[in-house]
Structures are given as structure tokens and as C-alpha cells.
């Protein structure tokens, strides 16, 4: 038992860097020497799950071919889903078969795609039929993704508790106690502030990790600091769904003209919630004003 212990994290660094959002980074730092078959695979799960995050759909889709092992067969569905929503069908229906094939089933991976696509989906009851026994961080922090979505704070709070069992210093721990602070509000807005100025001292700032602050930022009602901030998050991704939702949220509090950001997260992401909220708002005041004339 001592000597596994004492084995090299060889993918720590890179873990780290997918957690936060450096996907480039992750990307750039991937080839590792002496790593385990099992590592190899996990590697080029994250690695793949990081051009994911950058929209770098059809590559994943190539180069995994279908000799490739279960978790990236698995990464390359993820893949297919988010590329084409008009095959969403067919993805879903494939990924149903994988979890029903008792040999692959169970596969971590595959159960975190499975969680992740449903909850793509808001079906967060179907998500956690394959996340909800956990077995790995990424699991129990999407968990606690999940029970904040269905707005049960109290199922958060008790997956937490368990990752603060396994690694109260684990990234996805100080991540997800992060999420949960904000949700919570209150005093623990400062408390979520604090993780993630943590982050941004120990490890390069990413837009995950500035949109992070930012909406701590504007919980608190400093709304000049979070726009710095946001528009920062810009700079490095300005196509980035979050900074653009965020910065409209925050010119509208600052009285500022929030149509441009409007218009690029229209362009770009026109299936965001935002826009969805935006277009239903205008057929009301569409349909009051027919009423009125």
C-alpha cells in the first residue's frame, strides 16, 4: 500500500489546468513521459475534453476512431452531441445502449459523459441515475452541480462533505464549495471569494477562474470591480457564453449599453439561457403592445 502511495501524480499538473479552464494549456502540456496505460488513456480523455471546451468538435470526432478505448469512445459521444444538435436523437439513444451494456456500463467516464449530456439536457433525475454513486472526484463535484440546479442545497452540501472527506484540498473541492457558497449566498459570497482569489494567486488566471470572482463580485454588488474583471475573462475568450452573459447582467446594473455583448453571445451561443429569456421578453412586450393598439 505505501509504495502505490508513493507513486507519482503524473497527471496532477494537467488535471489542474482542465479543472480551471486553461484548456490550452492542458492541451500544450500533455505529453507526459512513463505513464501508465491507464494513464495514457486518462490523459487523452482530458485532453479531448479540453478541445471540447474549445469548440474543437470535429477533431475529437476524427481522431478517435472505434478501436479507441471506453472512456474516449465515451469523450468522442460528448463530442458528436455538442456538434450537431440535430443528431442529439441518435447520441442519446447510443449512450443509453453503452450504460445498458452490463461489460462498459459502469465505466466512470462514461457514466461522467452520461451525466454531463443530461445535464446538458436539464434532465438532472436521468443525470443522477449514473452519477449519484459517485467513485471519483469529477463525479461527485458534477453531483454537486446537479442538486444546486434542482435547488437542493442540502444534497450539495452532503456530497461536499464527502469530497472534503477523500481531499478537502482537491481543486474540485475548493471549486465546489465555491459553488455552493454562492449559491447559498449570504456570508458566504466573501467565502467563495476568497477560493477563488486562491486560484488566481496559485495558478494562471483563466476565464473560468475571473468569471468565478466576478459573479462573487456582483453578489456583493461591486459591479465596477466584477465588469474589470469580466472584461478581462474577454481578452482571453471573447467568445466565452459566461463572460458575455455576465457582462450584460453587469452593464445593466451599471447603466451601460449591454446591446454589443447582447448581440455576440447572440451570434455565438443563440441556445443560451439569456437569449432564450431575451427573445421570450420581447414577444411579451411584442404581444402587449398588439393588445394595447
Known sequence: ???????????????NHFYLGAYQAAINNSDLPNLSPEDAIERDCLVYRSYIALGSYQLVITEIDSSAATPLQAV????????????????ISSLKEWL????????????LIAGTIFFHEQDYNEALKH???????ELNALNVQIFIKMHR?????????VMQQIDEDHTLTQLATSWLN???????IQEAYLIFQDFSEKYQMTSLVLNGKAVCCMHMNNFDEAETLLLEALNKDAKDPET??????????LGKSASRFLTQLKLAHPDHILIKRSASAEESFDRAVQTVA
Open 153 to 161: 442545497a442540502d444534497y450539495a452540501e452532503r456530497q461536499l462533505r
Open 76 to 91: 468522442k459521444l460528448l463530442a458528436m452531441y455538442l456538434s450537431s444538435p440535430e443528431s442529439k436523437e441518435s447520441t
Open 100 to 111: 445498458a451494456d452490463p461489460a462498459i456500463g459502469n465505466n466512470p467516464i462514461l457514466r
Open 244 to 253: 458575455l452573459a455576465n457582462l450584460i447582467v453587469c452593464c445593466l446594473h
Open 131 to 137: 452519477t449519484n454513486v459517485g467513485g471519483t472526484m
Open 182 to 188: 454562492l449559491a447559498v449566498g449570504g456570508s458566504k
Open 1 to 15: 500500500m505505501a509504495a502505490a502511495a508513493a507513486t507519482p501524480d503524473y497527471l496532477f499538473n494537467l488535471r
